[in-house]
């Protein structure tokens, strides 16, 4: 029998919200401001052109008309007296016009007379035409060859005549254009200025804002002392207070739970101390001991107490870090030696280590025991979790100097490469190697150690393909002003 599958109810079915990039509040506010004046000055621009428009073509169309009638009682008056074509014609071109006019007569007999060829008969609207010639006078607009004109009617019935005007509006378009391209322009500055004002006001508006950003990253940065400063607005002064209250009442607890960790980490001293020498004195006569399961318990015990020896020094360190105690003390070392030395002293004192010949007899200035103590959590750290070091680099940059360790584990994913630096952090695969030796807090004091000398740590793939992971350590170094070893030192 064949699995059904039924569709979900319509309560069933997933909802998917699709988010489109949003623009940012300055940007919002920029944008209202943008709007409104644009919608603003469109709306005035319109009315504007609107009435301007009805009024000069109304003028120029009266004008027109007052001038038309008394050309027409001219031309009556030339009709009732003398029919000579060429007379009238001569008075049809003396005919006074405030624009370029063009005159069109039909005597009672029904011959047209024109001023113009271009503004004859054939030019007339038909409607127009049958109005007139029923004794009503009337006007039109209209287009000819392109332009705009305006054609005015008079009936002349004393002597059974008709007189038509072809009067050019070309001027009055001309003068409508200019207008829109005017007002058009001065809605297009008035929409940039509303951008530009509306860009100002949010910058103004938002200044505080920036103000309480800056500070917040300012306290994540470890300046717990950071406050904002009073003002004046009481819409912003709530914000204000209430950001400094909980900036204050977050170094209050910061501080008391440093100075928790510290004083736990320093009353842990004496009794460890205690204990490791106890423990010391059992592990030299541990050959005495004929039980196995004693020698292997004292072995433990060993192990134990040297790991939480190590994890209260670790401790009273990032105290130190967290209360902002801790300060370089620079000297004057050469790194390569620094480095053989540090690798020496280590637990695998054996991890090949490939030098630059560039920093050969060079001295640089940094802080030997956080440098050392930096090179030793690394090399932990690769013995504990990436199956041992197997090569070191040294290396001169541009900036400074760049310390590598890669190891031979299984690599860490790309995921956890920020976070194997932080505090009681050995990352998702610790437990599937050897890490239970670790307690977390090796990488974090070397991110601490390097952060500062100024420097940066990462931890990426080996640049040779093989398996594992390569830590780096870059230190900055001024190499404008090298300091240079002197044949003393190099002796």
Not at 231 to 251: I, Y
Request: charged share 25%; proline share 5%.
């Amino acid at each position: 029998m064949a699995d059904t599958v039924t569709d979900p109810t319509p309560t069933e079915r997933p909802r998917r919200w699709i988010r489109g990039p949003r623009l940012g509040l300055r940007a919002r506010i920029t944008l209202a401001f943008m709007l409104s004046a644009a919608l603003l000055s469109t709306l005035l621009a319109a009315t504007t052109w609107g009435l301007t428009r009805g009024n000069i073509v109304s003028q120029r169309e009266s004008a027109a008309t007052r001038q038309a009638f008394r050309n027409s009682e001219v031309i009556a008056t030339q009709l009732a007296g003398q029919q000579d074509d060429a007379v009238l014609r001569q008075t049809l071109a003396s005919l006074k016009s405030d624009s370029p006019s063009h005159a069109l007569v039909r005597d009672a007999s029904g011959r047209w007379t024109n001023q113009s060829t271009a503004f004859d008969e054939d030019a007339l609207p038909r409607a127009l035409l049958r109005q007139t010639e029923q004794g009503t006078p009337g006007r039109m607009r209209t287009s000819l060859d392109g332009q705009p004109e305006l054609i005015i009617a008079i009936p002349l019935p004393k002597v059974h005549s008709l007189y038509f005007e072809f009067v050019s509006l070309a001027d009055t378009q001309s003068t409508l254009e200019s207008l829109s391209a005017s007002l058009f322009g001065a809605a297009l500055v008035t929409t940039l200025a509303g951008a530009a004002v509306g860009w100002w006001a949010s910058r103004r508006a938002l200044r505080p804002l920036a103000e309480v950003s800056v500070a917040a990253e300012a306290i994540a940065g470890g300046r717990l002392d950071t406050r904002l400063g009073a003002v004046h607005d009481p819409d912003l002064g709530m914000l204000v207070s209430s950001f400094n209250h909980m900036a204050q009442v977050l170094e209050a607890r910061i501080d008391h739970d440093g100075r928790f960790a510290s004083d736990v980490s320093h009353e842990l001293r004496s009794p460890l101390m205690t204990l490791s020498a106890s423990i010391e004195v059992l592990s030299s006569r541990r050959e005495e001991m004929p039980d196995a399961s004693a020698q292997a318990a004292i072995d433990l015990m060993v192990a134990d107490v040297a790991r939480f020896k190590q994890l209260v020094e670790d401790l009273l360190e990032i105290s130190r870090f967290d209360a902002g105690a801790a300060r370089l003390d620079l000297y004057e070392v050469r790194p390569g030696e620094l480095v053989t030395q540090a690798v020496a002293w280590s637990p695998t004192p054996d991890v090949p280590i490939d030098i630059d010949s560039d920093l050969a007899g060079v001295l640089i200035r940094v802080d030997k025991g956080r440098l050392v103590r930096v090179i030793a959590n690394l090399l932990d750290n690769a013995r504990k979790y990436g199956g041992g070091a197997t090569r070191m680099e040294l290396r001169r940059t541009d900036d400074g100097i760049q310390l590598a360790v890669e190891d031979a584990g299984t690599g860490v994913p790309e995921e956890e490469r920020e976070l194997v630096f932080a505090r009681f952090s050995r990352g998702a695969g610790s437990n599937r190697r050897a890490g239970s030796e670790g307690v977390g807090l090796g990488l974090s004091l070397v991110a601490e150690h390097v952060a500062l000398h100024k420097g940066r740590v990462w931890v990426e793939d080996r640049p040779d393909g093989e398996p594992g992971a390569r830590f780096v350590v870059e230190l900055p170094v001024a190499w404008d002003e090298p300091v240079e070893a002197t044949d003393e030192d190099l002796a």
